[in-house]
């Protein structure tokens, strides 16, 4: 088995109505779940906060950021394990944020 | 469709978010003055956000109402303190959000659960505006308390989006300038726009039970809400009068019959040929309880009257053996206290189930303004129900033609389809 990390990217949901963010929080908890139950998922990972600081340069310079477009603005990421990068991407679709038009970006880990 | 019943203990998941915005738009409302009720749905809508991106990871924590809440009141401060200098808040609450020292235990006070549990009547009462609309004020109280999206409105009512942001606006306009929220610890006040919540409460779960709309779980969902609202006003010592027993009684009796009035595909069924083995039995109890309750008092009101014909129908175990007089004495109690074209209509079905088709299309004859019944497709269905039982089928044909032509919604045309087609068998 491999690693890969998913960096899921884009996906607006905050225009959901309660009920439809709940939806949403639910096929998410049932995906997640679901790939945990068949022994495919190293660390659920985190959802990460929209803004940040970007340290930039020999300066060091701190600034606010990032500001990509929302679209592909990284929101959470995944530790999951597969037996190849063919696999991983075949996992990835069932996740809601391709319901949300968002995407998800999957990267071999490199090892050792 | 999912019990109903379920939620009276502890905490309906599936309906979680949907339920608690109510009652964090209610609390944050309080404090931010009914003139920023967009703010605090900005708020709650931010609290859902976060709870959303965390809980997907995480999964739920061990009290996602008290998450939730926890995350609203951090919000809140946040916005108190970057803008009380911006903006003006609730006018009652200023001198305590105003300084450094009073705001974080003024803010905690009102988020103790009997503060919000206030603070979501007051936000009931305040929808049942008098200058309002009974259709405005129900929108209303779905968009705010039940945290029904303007898309979810409207597919509610089958209207569009664009007619309902433009009712939804112009009501948000209303409750603004009227500067206040509803004052509820007022005994008089109180008692006094009681009967417009009560009426709200119950336009929405008929909105519910008869509505247009072509899904079967919208129907559930809003008779679900209207429940939780009555249940809320019932915990309110003021609130908890005859008639708010009367009408959670009402509720429970035909929300018992929900299951066996729409099937999966959503077709209607009339009550006489409803599959009476999928009623609630539970709901159906909890409503008879209600119903003895709502007795205590000297006042006898229309949902006295309406939950006590409901409830003849859920004791019957067919429709041979239901007491149709005691159903047809009803209606004449229900004519003399409210009367309508609509009640005379019912009351003429019952008499033609108590006493025979023709006596039944003689009472139809009899009732005074049934002009005002020409659009209303049931009364020519009625005619037609009657004519087909007396083995008159042309004519029966010639009602539910009329009937179809004034079908509502698909499901009304399906259920007239049928009938037309029971005609040519």
Redesign the interface.
Known sequence: MSEFVYLYRGGE??T???????Q??QR??DW?QGLAGQGHIKD????LERGGKIVRGQQKTVSDGPFAEAKDLV??Y?LVEAKDIDQAAELSKGCPIFDAGGYVEVRPVMKM | MSDPAAPKSGVDL?????S??GRMVAVLTRLFGVHNLGLAEDV??DA??R??????????PENPSAWLMTTAKNRALDVLRRQRTARTFAPELSRMLDSEWTLVPTLEEQFQPHAIQDDLLRMMFTCCHPSLSEEAQVTLVLHILC???V??VAAAFVATPAAIEKRITRGKKTLATSQDLFDVTKDEAFDARLPAVQRALYLLFNEGYHGASPDAAVHAELCWEAMRLARHLREHPRGATPATHALAALMCLHAARLPGRLDAAGDLHSLLDQDRARWDGALIREGQRLLDVSASGRELTPYHVEAAIAWVHAQAPSVEETDWGQIVGFYDTLMRIQPSPVVALNRAIAVAQHQGPEAGLRALDGIEDRGRLARYPFYPAARGELELRLGRCAAARAHFQAALAQARNPTERRFLEQRLQACRD
């Open positions: 949901e905050r959901s109505s309660p009920q439809e963010m709940q949403i929080m998410w908890m997640l659920k990972g985190n959802p929101g959470g995944t | 599936d309906r979680l978010f949907r608690e915005s709650v809508q859902f956000y709870a959303l991106q965390v809980w997907k990871f995480h999964g739920l945290g029904f999206s898309a979810e």
